[in-house]
């Protein structure tokens, strides 16, 4: 059992993922601490705008918890991410946040 995060902007289905808890910072900084079943994620998801997935990866990415994760290469899917596709997303483009 895990915690395990995955991020799609709906229209193209391009992804990225964080495998592992980092005290719950995606949870967080999401807004899903009901996804959390203490041993892994709920395998439950929800959609959020550009505007929302902007601003949480913004926070984790400069979060405490990731800048002290024991292994720092694990948030780089994530950061390029952030960096070329949801920076580069339209206002309208939706994502879908899943917690496994």
Same mark, same amino acid.
């Given at each position: /059992?895990?915690?395990?995060? /995955?991020?799609?902007?709906?229209?193209?289905?391009?992804?990225?993922?964080?495998?592992?808890?980092?005290?719950?910072?995606?949870?967080?900084?999401?807004?899903?601490?009901?996804?959390?079943?203490?041993?892994?994620? !709920?395998?439950?998801?929800?959609?959020?705008?550009?505007?929302?997935?902007?601003?949480?990866?913004?926070?984790?990415?400069?979060?405490?918890?990731?800048?002290?994760?024991?292994?720092?290469?694990?948030?780089?899917?994530?950061?390029?991410?952030?960096?070329?596709?949801?920076?580069? !997303?339209?206002?309208?483009?939706?994502?879908?946040?899943?917690?496994?």
């Amino acid at each position: /059992m895990s915690h395990d995060f /995955m991020i799609e902007r709906s229209k193209d289905k391009k992804t990225a993922f964080f495998f592992g808890f980092a005290d719950g910072v995606f949870y967080k900084y999401f807004h899903c601490e009901n996804f959390n079943n203490h041993f892994s994620g !709920s395998n439950e998801g929800k959609i959020i705008s550009k505007k929302g997935a902007e601003n949480a990866l913004s926070k984790i990415l400069n979060s405490e918890e990731i800048k002290k994760y024991p292994d720092p290469d694990r948030i780089e899917d994530i950061k390029n991410f952030y960096n070329f596709v949801v920076l580069k !997303s339209k206002e309208e483009d939706k994502f879908y946040i899943h917690f496994s």
